[in-house]
Nanobody, 124 residues
Framework: QVRMVESGGGSVQPGGSLRLSCEVSGYTYNYYSMAWFRQAPGKEREGVAFIDTYSDKTYADFVKGRFTISKDKSKNTLYLQMNNLNVEDTATYYC??????????????????WGQGTQVTVSS
């Protein structure tokens, strides 16, 4: 059974940085498409960043140049480095995975496995 556990969330001031981690267990890590999503109160879940088996990446426009997705196969861990955070980045962040090759990489509908989420709060 797949298990995904996020960590690294917290509270930061605008302009600060955080690195989220998502440790994955229970399947062949190398053969999945993976992504980070976020959801703020009262809003729909939105895709933030995607990485596939070949390390091809896709970013949402609102994080381009600020966030970087990466993975460490040896540690079965997915990362999201978040720099220059602003108040609008406040949300619960989730990692997600699927064995499928997705046409819509940042649509939550394509993903099967999800973590429990980690809270990121940006405020002054």
């Amino acid at each position: 059974q797949v298990r995904m556990v996020e960590s690294g969330g917290g509270s930061v001031q605008p302009g600060g940085s955080l690195r989220l981690s998502c440790e994955v267990s229970g399947y062949t890590y190398n053969y999945y498409s993976m992504a980070w999503f976020r959801q703020a109160p009262g809003k729909e879940r939105e895709g933030v960043a995607f990485i596939d088996t070949y390390s091809d990446k896709t970013y949402a426009d609102f994080v381009k140049g600020r966030f970087t997705i990466s993975k460490d196969k040896s540690k079965n861990t997915l990362y999201l480095q978040m720099n220059n955070l602003n108040v609008e980045d406040t949300a619960t962040y989730y990692c997600a995975a699927t064995s499928a090759r997705l046409n819509f990489r940042l649509s939550h509908r394509g993903y099967v496995y999800w973590g429990q989420g980690t809270q990121v709060t940006v405020s002054s």
